[in-house]
């Protein structure tokens, strides 16, 4: 799957080999982060991510947030804090 400009997911573009990619394009209005997460950070059953994965969708959400203009004080500190990745 690709961006298409704006944010906005090219529906034609989707892969059904890929559980969980989605259908639609989103919202234009709404925010989102695209996160590739390889076999390994999933649960074999279900497909959703596991702690590994989770804190990945979590540190790339994370860095989008930071970007903001109005971030605040809290990214500066996690700019600077140890990682444990």
């Known amino acids: 799957m690709r961006e298409s400009g704006e944010g906005v997911v090219d529906p034609d573009d989707h892969d059904p080999s890929r559980p969980g990619q989605a259908r639609q394009a989103p919202d234009p209005a709404l925010s989102f982060v695209l996160v590739d997460l390889p076999p390994e950070l999933l649960l074999p059953r279900d497909g959703h991510p596991n702690a590994r994965g989770a804190k ?30």
């Open 56 to 85: 990945k969708i979590a540190d790339a959400v994370e860095a989008e947030l930071c970007q903001l203009p109005d971030a605040g004080a809290y990214c500066l500190w996690a700019a600077t804090r140890p990682t444990d990745t």
